[in-house]
């Protein structure tokens, strides 16, 4: 245990952290207080309920929401717990920790364009086939997209989701003293008998799961409000209720734009009232956790060869997600350079750098996505880190639904509310209200990929510092933050890729006057350019990876020359530390050298 003065030391709360709380606090009820009371009051027009509720085509339009958000959700949670109970401490783990970055950095609209591309009638997968299993000379009437029930819509959240759920996971299982103890209680559950999965379940999935419910809750969220890949590759007549929402809001009549917003807060009840039901069914006392392998006790020979087949469909689901990936930035680069392509070539007959040489001539475009991501995410970052370092634990327990709140609002409610507080603010159809909105969007993200560390920082670090005379901003400045420099740079990253993915607010609070690649890449979805919106979906990619591969340079571990870590090299330090003390003994200073 600490002595009493370090202890005092490390509780007591400078007037300068006071400050600091007060003012994250200020800005998180300013922002996000002020943006969620203007989305409830536009979402409560009871003439626009009334004429929401009573058209045909919104239920229609709920039905598909339903059936890809909810079906995409459910089997994303499922997979993922499926793959970490056949990896957790197996071969297959290191994989996961090392590719899920580069999954997460391709944005949602890039996947869904490059998935179009290779699944499409015309698309590679079918060209790639035909001169083996088919004889078509002509695409085939095949509906692999927009197809009516929202199918490749839920094909495509599932396939992007998964990656997110994962990372989620390893943020929370990487955990030094996390790790440790659940491995520990695991090898416990295996030496009892248990097979492996089955010890996962019971072990280690009760612990884990109460730590990934915000993020599933997100995810159930985003999947029934989304609105920009269902633009790309969800069904068109009827859309699906977000999409619908979203065009009404966008209609110069008044009386659509609050049924717009009135269908936002049907999405709202939505989520909340699903949520809801998935939280009692995780809680409900007849709800146990088994594995899907290996029941009950360890048999050595069945067991061993079921926990094999097992893992051996673990790695190969994951192969396999991994090749989509692959085959989705092959596609995006290779349509991104070509020119003439009939069906059934696998290969264009000709290559063009058209698209590349229209994506060049807008650097505005680039220059805007760059400034905006560095800006939102840096702002997102300094606020998470003031918010973990200064506010009590209490504030931090009770205003987790509103830091959360751009999670689990449907984004076209989210953005009117965004719209409205610009508006009183004065900074609509500016820079500064779209820096505004991709902030608040990139703050939750942020604080969810930096907790894990910041929150498992080991104390006694501090005591020591303390011990040795270190005020707390020297503490912060030469010990904390740079043991916490790979959490830094990896929030920093997954708040500019959260930046560039953004569409709505980039389009609605800025009025159309600012471009970034993913309006872009949006917008000529919806055309026949298929050269320039591969070229601007690649972009989309490139971007967050280039983020994501800086951050990982920037945390890789240092190595320093053992000279400068030997006692003699850190003498000096302690000696004047203990003459800024005034230690002496026997009326001589004990900063001399022995």
């Known amino acids: 245990m600490a002595p009493a003065y370090l202890g005092s030391w490390c509780t007591r709360r400078p007037s300068f952290q006071g400050i600091l709380a007060a003012i994250a606090l200020a800005w998180l009820l300013a922002a996000m207080g002020g943006s969620a009371l203007w989305a409830v009051d536009a979402g409560l027009n009871r003439g626009a309920w009334h004429s929401v509720l009573n058209q045909a085509a919104v239920w229609s339009a709920l039905r598909i929401s339903l059936i890809s958000g909810l079906g995409a959700t459910v089997v994303a949670i499922a997979a993922t717990a499926w793959l970490l109970a056949h990896s957790f401490a197996q071969p297959l783990w290191n994989s996961l ?50 197809d009516p029930w929202g199918l490749g819509l839920a094909a495509v959240l599932v396939a992007k989701e998964l990656p997110f759920l994962l990372w989620a996971a390893t943020t929370q299982l990487r955990r030094t003293e996390v790790q440790q103890l659940w491995t520990r209680q695991w090898l416990v559950a295996r030496s009892m008998g248990y097979a492996p999965a089955t010890a996962w379940w019971r072990v280690v999935w009760p612990q884990l799961w109460p730590r990934l419910q915000w993020p599933a809750l997100a995810v159930l969220a985003y999947n029934l409000t989304v609105v920009d890949v269902a633009l790309i590759i969800g069904p068109t007549s009827p859309p699906s209720l977000a999409v619908m929402a979203w065009q009404w809001l966008q209609d110069a009549d008044l009386a659509r734009q609050a049924q717009g917003a009135a269908a936002g807060g049907l999405l709202a009840g939505v989520v909340t009232l699903v949520g809801g039901l998935g939280w009692l069914a995780a809680h409900a006392p007849w709800w146990r956790a088994r594995g899907s392998c290996g ?19 673990a790695s190969a689901a994951w192969l396999a997600l991994i090749a989509l990936y692959i085959g989705v930035m092959l596609v995006l680069g290779m349509s991104s350079i070509a020119g003439l392509w009939a069906f059934p070539a696998l290969w264009p007959q000709s290559l063009t750098l058209a698209g590349w040489r229209a994506v060049a001539a807008s650097a505005s475009t680039l220059g805007t996505t760059l400034g905006l991501g560095l800006a939102s995410a840096s702002a997102a970052l300094v606020w998470a880190v003031t918010w973990l370092e200064c506010v009590p634990a209490h504030w931090d327990a009770r205003l987790q639904a509103l830091i959360n709140l751009p999670l689990l609002l449907p984004p076209v409610l989210w953005v009117v509310g965004m719209h409205g507080l610009a508006l009183r603010w004065g900074i609509d159809a500016t820079g ?13 993200y942020v604080l969810l990929a930096l907790r894990p560390a910041y929150m498992g920082f080991d104390q006694r ?23 916490l420099r790979a959490a830094l740079s990896a929030s920093l990253a997954v708040g500019f890729a959260v930046s560039v993915a953004q569409y709505l607010p980039t389009l609605y609070l800025g009025a159309g006057r600012l471009e970034t690649v993913t309006t872009e890449a949006v917008n000529l979805a919806a055309g026949g350019q298929r050269t320039l919106t591969a070229a601007y979906a690649w972009l989309q990619w490139l971007l967050p990876a280039l983020g994501f591969g800086l951050a990982t340079w920037a945390g890789r571990p240092r190595r320093w020359p053992a000279a400068a870590c030997s ?12 003459v800024l003390r005034g230690d002496t003994h026997g009326g001589a200073s004990t900063s001399q050298t022995p």
């Open 295 to 313: 029941h009950g006790r360890w048999d050595p020979d069945h067991g061993q060869r079921a926990a094999q087949r097992c893992r051996l469909v």
């Open 567 to 578: 006692p003699a090299a850190l003498l000096p330090t302690v000696q004047q530390n203990h």
């Open 461 to 483: 670090l501090r005591w020591v510092a303390a011990s040795l005379g270190q005020g707390h901003a020297r503490f912060l400045i030469r010990v904390k933050w740079p043991l």
């Open 432 to 444: 500064y209200g779209v820096w505004m909105s991709h902030t608040l969007a990139a703050m939750p």
């Open 97 to 146: 920790v090392r590719q899920i970055g580069l999954m997460l950095a391709l944005p949602h609209a890039a996947f869904a364009i490059g998935l179009f591309f290779l699944i499409a009638p015309s698309g590679w997968l079918l060209r790639t086939l035909s001169p083996w299993a088919t004889a078509y000379t002509a695409p085939p009437a095949w509906i692999t997209t927009q």
